[in-house]
């Protein structure tokens, strides 16, 4: 049973309350989608945490009513971060999503969203008919390969074109991965574990036939999956290097870039952040661009606010979704910057949809195209490596 490895931590909870709202400076929300619910106890972390014992103690059947609370969480791990007691309270939950989807108890949306990868092998569903993938970016071998995931490939395909020229313009051996494969991790996120490990053997198998040695990732799904969550299965381990968009560009940018005269705001994606740790690599980045001016949201670093797009809530709440998204673009707008930056292909086609929508005067972009946008290509630098 799943849930009997955290069965100690789950007794522990104090049922304090703080994993809630404190309204404290830099802290405004701690559970970003508590607000935007219909605010039962069961639609935030301490709630949750007496779900995962009754299913524990099987003390309750699941009801549909049930696991719509359940699947509100989008795992970004901030009430893990303001836990007085360090509960893992990311691993409970997700051990309660594995116990309840390995007993067959899953949302529609979910289902949908399970048979689309296991019957083409991404989570949008039949693969459209144009290609995103630049020509000169598709190679069988390379020593960088990008990949983009399915998010990026299919909802911010601009994304995978400023990484193509972004690379070219830096003179790298690369190449992009483009078989339109899902990393499994959006079935990872809901609990469906051995679904899966089946999307992954396939896009691990399609990755080792171009025997790259460094394996870079934008979005923070495919990069946690791909450096974390393959090692810890035998048949997904590899020994590539995988590194994160922002770690790559980091050592091969600086004195390559044209000056932006912009005031900027980062948001940082919870599983990059929170999950990974990896905060000031993106920073350092753009820091590198000289005019611009970093400016923090109120909510920054392990305070960041959720974007609300994780943990399958998109799929299933999509209300909840977006009023989440709104909160932290209120954040976003009162820092007064011309650009909101992230690098999570979720958080930015939200931001893209709502800003669009609410016509505000911020633009967002990804560190990739913003990057592109400045990098000195050709006869712009006397630099002909990136390395």
């Known amino acids: 049973m799943a849930l009997?490895?955290?069965?100690?931590?789950?007794?522990?909870?104090?049922?304090?309350?703080?994993?809630?709202?404190w309204g404290w400076?830099?802290?405004?929300?701690?559970?970003?989608?508590?607000?935007?619910?219909?605010?039962?106890?069961?639609?935030?972390?301490?709630?949750?945490?007496?779900?995962?014992?009754?299913?524990?103690?099987?003390?309750?059947?699941?009801?549909?009513?049930?696991?719509?609370?359940?699947?509100?969480?989008?795992?970004?791990?901030?009430?893990?971060?303001?836990?007085p007691i360090e509960l893992p309270l990311v691993d409970i939950f997700h051990a309660l999503r594995e116990e309840l989807a390995g007993g067959g108890c899953q949302l529609q949306t979910h289902e949908q969203i399970t048979f689309f990868i296991e019957r083409y092998d991404n989570p949008y569903g039949p693969k459209p008919d144009e290609e995103v993938v630049p020509e000169y970016a598709r190679k069988e071998t390379a020593e960088v390969l990008f990949f983009p995931g399915c998010t990026n490939t299919r909802m911010a395909p601009e994304e995978v074109e400023a990484v193509a020229e972004l690379f070219q313009g830096l003179g790298l051996d690369f190449a992009i991965f483009d078989d339109d494969t899902c990393c499994g991790f959006p079935l990872y996120e809901i609990g469906q574990m051995e679904g899966f490990r089946r999307a992954a053997a396939r896009t691990m198998e399609r990755i080792r036939r171009r025997q790259p040695k460094i394996i870079v990732a934008s979005c923070p799904a495919c990069y946690r999956a791909l450096k974390e969550l393959y090692q810890q299965d035998e048949e997904l381990?590899?020994?590539?290097?995988?590194?994160?968009?922002?770690?790559?560009?980091?050592?091969?940018?600086?004195?390559?870039?044209k000056p932006l005269v912009e005031k900027v705001t980062w948001h940082d994606p919870c599983v990059l952040g929170r999950h990974q740790g990896i905060y000031e690599e993106p920073r350092e980045v753009l820091r590198q661009v000289p005019g611009l001016e970093l400016v923090e949201m109120e909510s920054h670093h392990e305070n960041s606010l959720c974007c609300g797009a994780g943990g399958g809530v998109f799929f299933s709440r999509q209300d909840v979704a977006v009023k989440t998204v709104e909160s932290r673009l209120e954040q976003a707008l009162a820092t007064r910057a011309r650009y909101l930056v992230t690098s999570c292909p979720n958080c930015y086609v939200r931001f893209?949809?709502?800003?669009?929508?609410?016509?505000?005067?911020?633009?967002?972009?990804?560190?990739?195209?913003?990057?592109?946008?400045?990098?000195?290509?050709?006869?712009?630098?006397?630099?002909?490596?990136?390395?």
């Open 25 to 83: 400076e830099g802290v405004e929300h701690v559970c970003p989608t508590y607000p935007h619910t219909t605010a039962w106890d069961t639609e935030y972390a301490r709630g949750r945490v007496r779900l995962a014992r009754a299913v524990l103690e099987k003390e309750l059947d699941v009801t549909p009513d049930m696991l719509e609370h359940i699947y509100e969480c989008t795992l970004c791990g901030n009430c893990e971060v303001h836990c």
């Open 4 to 21: 009997e490895r955290f069965a100690r931590y789950i007794y522990d909870c104090t049922r304090c309350g703080f994993c809630r709202v």
């Open 237 to 257: 381990r590899h020994d590539f290097e995988v590194q994160h968009l922002s770690e790559f560009l980091l050592p091969r940018v600086p004195g390559r870039l």
């Open 352 to 387: 893209r949809q709502s800003i669009r929508k609410g016509r505000r005067p911020i633009r967002p972009a990804s560190l990739a195209t913003l990057i592109n946008e400045v990098l000195k290509h050709g006869t712009d630098t006397d630099a002909s490596s990136g390395d």
